[in-house]
């Protein structure tokens, strides 16, 4: 079992950049492909970006290819998204995610964090 608490949403102006980071529990956590899932009021969600157990392979939505980065720290049991040039439409609540392989369909993920808010703003 893998208990996720996301932080470092906020309020930003478009073309800024934040930070969000997922802390995980247990001692399992390098065993997990970890996700970034977005969503937006009245939308569905929509998957941003993945990356593997050893960090080796990443995958990203287009729309934010180039400008989010995700990257984790298997000793401390967390994943990053780094995001930078920020649109209005990267507005959403930023959830991570574990699952048993890199994938991108939410549906394949076993453990969810509760989100964190990302504004931005024009």
């Known amino acids: 079992q893998v208990r996720l608490v996301e932080s470092g949403g906020g309020l930003v102006q478009a073309g800024g950049s934040l930070r969000l980071s997922c802390a995980a529990s247990?001692?399992?956590?390098?065993?997990?492909?970890m996700g970034w899932f977005r969503q937006a009021p009245g939308k569905e969600r929509q998957f941003v970006a993945a990356?593997?157990?050893?960090?080796?392979?990443?995958n990203y939505a287009d729309s934010v290819k180039g400008r989010f980065t995700i990257s984790r720290d298997n000793a401390k049991n967390t994943v990053y998204l780094q995001m930078n040039s920020l649109k209005p439409e990267d507005t959403a609540v930023y959830s991570c995610?574990?699952?048993?392989?890199?994938?991108?369909?939410?549906?394949?993920?076993?453990?969810w964090g509760p989100g964190t808010q990302v504004t931005v703003s024009s």
């Open positions: 995610a574990a699952a048993s392989v890199l994938v991108t369909m939410p549906l394949l993920y076993n453990y």
């Open positions: 990356i593997s157990q050893n960090g080796r392979d990443t």
């Open positions: 247990g001692r399992t956590f390098s065993s997990y492909a």
